[in-house]
């Protein structure tokens, strides 16, 4: 049950990330996902093998259940949260946004502390929390760098 | 337990660190062919291609390979993965260049799948790499195909993309 709850999740998040609108284009949605990506496997790494405060599942079927969450619906929802949070006009409402993906990020650390994917040995919900909010402000910050960065003239795909 | 395979600093440190300074001096050379985002997008699809197989295949449940002097993750271990960024931009820049079409897409992800095998070689020589679990490297080659493959489609896809954003 926990593989399909997981791929369901997972589709939705893609989907939803599909049809929103987006403020990034393709290329700087692909970086800011890509190194959202890096970050999260790192993290994720350093807490289980040389920090051990937390324990990844031994079991095959649950592992893929913890990539989908770390490679898909983790860095997907960060990737939404940055392209809606800059659709948004009012200081109110982002922060309700911010609120809304945190609750959601933390319902992702949720599902996989009980469904037994990750074992918190010297951690729990409120470093997850201190941890999913640096990953949403580090995605709103890379996301500020790249819209500054201008499109410089290419000869992108036109062969040397 | 972390499974420690040496501990000298010796040939994988510096195979990483002279290949890692070598690629990108001749990224810096290069003619400039590329936006600075389309830029560090090619060089940064390596890395997260290359830290994805060794964050997932490498750790936990599917423990095939160890990486460097120990079990445990190490600076070095992060270097080595960065190296794979310049070989995703000369993947991507020599395709352009050679402006290739039809079969010879065939041809040049076979090429450079054998490149990738033939430097995996060097590198399990020289101790970055150390199998195990009876992980054998014929399976790098279809891996090597199918990710320079979805670099091919990722770098169409954002052909398309960009120029709809225009």
């Known amino acids: 049950m926990i593989l399909p709850a997981a791929i369901v999740i997972a589709f939705y998040t893609l989907s939803f990330f599909f049809f929103i609108e987006k403020k990034l284009s393709f290329l700087q949605n692909s970086l ?4 959202i ?10 807490l289980a093998l040389q920090l051990k405060w937390i324990h990844i599942t031994e079991d095959s079927i649950l592992f893929i259940v913890f990539l989908i969450h770390r490679e898909i619906i983790g860095p997907f929802l960060v990737l939404m949260f940055i392209n809606i949070y800059w659709k948004t006009p009012s200081g109110v409402k982002r922060i309700t946004v911010f609120a809304i993906f945190l609750i959601c990020l933390l319902g992702m650390d949720i599902f ?5 994917v990750i074992t918190y040995l010297n ?35 036109k062969g040397l | ?22 690629s990108l001096i001749l990224i810096w050379k290069l003619p400039i062919k590329f936006s600075g985002l389309e830029t560090t997008v090619h060089i940064t ?67 450079w799948s054998i490149l990738a095998v033939v430097i995996e070689w060097f590198s399990v020589k020289l101790g970055i790499f150390h199998y195990e679990k009876g992980y054998q490297m014929a399976w790098s080659f279809p891996i090597y195909a199918f990710v320079q493959t979805l670099q091919i489609m990722f770098y169409k896809i954002s052909l398309k993309m960009e120029k709809g954003n225009e």
């Open chain 1, 112 to 116: 996989s502390s009980t469904s037994g």
């Open chain 2, 1 to 22: 337990m972390v499974k420690v395979y040496e501990r000298a600093f010796d040939a994988n440190e510096w195979f990483v660190l002279a290949n890692l300074l070598v």
């Open chain 1, 123 to 157: 951690w729990n919900l409120l470093k997850a929390g201190i941890g999913n909010t640096a990953f949403l402000i580090a995605g709103l910050g890379l996301s500020k760098v790249l819209m500054y960065l201008m499109q410089e003239s290419t000869n992108y795909g």
């Open chain 1, 37 to 46: 990506s890096i970050a999260a496997r790192n993290y994720t790494t350093i």
């Open chain 1, 32 to 35: 800011v996902l890509m190194l």
């Open chain 2, 45 to 111: 699809i390596g890395i997260f291609i290359g830290m994805f197989f060794d964050h997932t295949i490498s750790v936990g449940a599917w423990d095939y390979y160890g990486v460097n002097d120990t079990s445990k993750y190490q600076f070095i271990d992060f270097l080595s993965y960065i190296m794979y960024g310049p070989y995703s931009y000369f993947f991507i820049y020599l395709y352009v260049k050679l402006n290739l079409k039809g079969y010879m897409n065939i041809l040049y992800v076979t090429l």
